[in-house]
């Protein structure tokens, strides 16, 4: 059974959502100017200084953002007193129940956050983007489901991160060092995608979607750090949402769609089954089932269009898809349910 929060923390997420949003266009240097790159468009705060011209990349091209522009000034006018409402909002969500970020967990994403590996393309996947989902969803998913975890995984597409021509603002190696990270060694000497916190158990490692037959590294330029390369990973991290981590006063990140995250799910649970991953697939196969419940009831439309998508992709896509609902057997009547 669903256990929804109430409405109370859902329009206080909502509204920190909000705010937060308003927040990444309040200190504007320049005027908003838009590029067009590919078949897309997308938003960089241009400006001067000294001789030299400066484009800072915002976001895509949307009707919300061009919106937010409109109120640029506002915003920033009111900034101060947006800081305050925030604080209030997580004290609201806090008494509500909500799941919140550890300490330890909150400044890693939050420092990255600072440096713009989100504004840059970055997607937070894994156990702490589903924990993201309370809010975007308005259920409640317990500490027994959101499964603690030290790792931090961060998905980005390599064309993106070379075509926006814009790069983090301090080198992610620099965060990391100040953070007392080391980077883990690899055989490509030169490249490093993971790195260890020493005093703690935190893992960051970075990921980008594999279009070829292999999975090796490749490079992130915007974020300036190598990604291990995934097969199925294009799949997740298109068309990502904006969400709050609920950490201090809310940062602003960005997550999977929950109906893409439920169906890769059931892909990686696959590629994990037996071996030493054989209990990373059953949490796999845990959180899937759970949001697919969740969604089947109130964005059907949404999962149908995200698992026929996936079907869409190829044998390989439906055959990982068809052998982990061989062992839900629930999880599976719900899908074929979706079709009839």
């Known amino acids: 059974m669903v256990d929804y929060h109430s409405a109370t923390g859902t329009a206080a997420w909502t509204d920190l959502l909000r705010s937060l949003k308003d927040s990444s266009v309040s200190d504007l240097r320049g005027s908003p100017k838009l590029k067009s790159i590919g078949k897309k468009a997308y938003w960089y705060d241009h400006y001067r200084i000294g001789n030299e011209i400066i484009d800072r990349y915002i976001g895509e091209d949307s009707e919300d953002l061009r919106e937010r522009f409109s109120r640029q000034k506002a915003i920033a006018t009111t900034e101060k007193q947006a800081e305050r409402e925030r604080a209030r909002l997580m004290r609201t969500l806090r008494a509500e129940g909500y799941l919140m970020t550890d300490v330890g967990t909150g400044q890693v994403i939050s420092a990255m956050a600072r440096v713009g590996v989100f504004r840059l393309g970055g997607t937070l996947v894994g156990t702490q983007a589903f924990r993201c989902y309370e809010g975007e969803l308005g259920i409640r998913i317990g500490f027994d489901r959101a499964a603690m975890t030290d790792d931090i995984d961060i998905a980005s597409f390599g064309r993106l991160s070379l075509a926006l021509g814009d790069n983090v603002d301090t080198p992610l190696a620099e965060v990391f060092t100040e953070m007392k990270f ?145 062992r839900m057997p629930r999880t599976k009547a719900i899908l074929e349910a979706l079709s009839t």
């Open 182 to 326: 080391d980077p883990v060694p690899v055989l490509d000497k030169g490249r490093v995608w993971k790195w260890r916190q020493t005093d703690r158990q935190t893992l960051v490692e970075f990921l980008t979607p594999s279009f070829s037959a292999t999975e090796e590294l490749r490079d992130l330029p915007a974020l300036g750090v190598s990604a291990q390369s995934l097969h199925f990973l294009n799949y997740l991290i298109a068309e990502p949402l904006q969400s709050p981590l609920l950490y201090r006063s809310g940062v602003l990140i960005q997550v999977p769609r929950p109906e893409r995250f439920a169906i890769h799910k059931l892909i990686v649970a696959d590629r994990r089954r037996g071996g030493p991953d054989e209990l990373k697939s059953r949490k796999d196969r845990a959180q899937a089932e759970f949001l697919i419940e969740v969604l089947h009831q109130d964005r059907p439309e949404d999962l149908k269009e995200a698992l026929e998508t996936a079907l869409e992709r190829g044998p390989a896509w439906r055959s990982r898809i068809s052998a982990t609902l061989e």
